[in-house]
């Protein structure tokens, strides 16, 4: 299995969108990460749950501060035909919760700890009822 075949689809905001408006859509599509975008669609950065509950820790309105103010500008990424086995490396070895998927450095997917799990035991159940029969 790759990448690609596990990712979820995900909207990428550009940097200078407003963060309640991202915190609206991260809510409503249960994302925990989003990455961040410029013109040309290339990764720029990445924004989280964390970063947004940090700002209006500190005081932050969200309807003033933009994204490009908030988000990671280090991203780790993986390639849409990378293997399962690359991207668990990955997610296990630097404690990441969610990564952007590219191909051809386009963000097209984001995969999450919940997606690769929901393959293995996927997978696991159907090798299982495929040796009973």
């Known amino acids: ?4 075949q596990v990712m979820g689809k995900v909207k990428a905001p550009k940097k200078d969108a407003k963060c309640r408006d991202v915190a609206r859509y991260m ?12 013109d040309s669609e ?10 947004l509950l940090k700002a209006v820790r500190m005081g932050k309105d969200l309807d003033a501060v ?4 908030l988000m990671s500008p280090k991203v780790i990424t993986v390639n849409h035909d990378d293997s399962m086995e690359a991207v668990m490396d990955i997610m296990t070895k630097h404690y990441i919760v969610s990564l952007p998927v ?25 090798e ?6």
């Open 42 to 51: 290339k990764i720029i950065g990445i924004i989280s749950e964390f970063d």
């Open 27 to 38: 809510i409503s599509e249960d994302y925990g990460h989003m990455p961040v975008v410029d």
């Open 1 to 4: 299995m790759i990448a690609k």
């Open 102 to 126: 590219i191909k051809y450095d386009k963000v097209i997917g984001l995969i999450n700890r919940r997606n690769v799990l929901h393959s293995i035991v996927d997978h696991e159940y159907i």
């Open 128 to 133: 299982y009822f495929m040796t009973i029969r």
């Open 66 to 69: 933009t994204v490009g103010e």
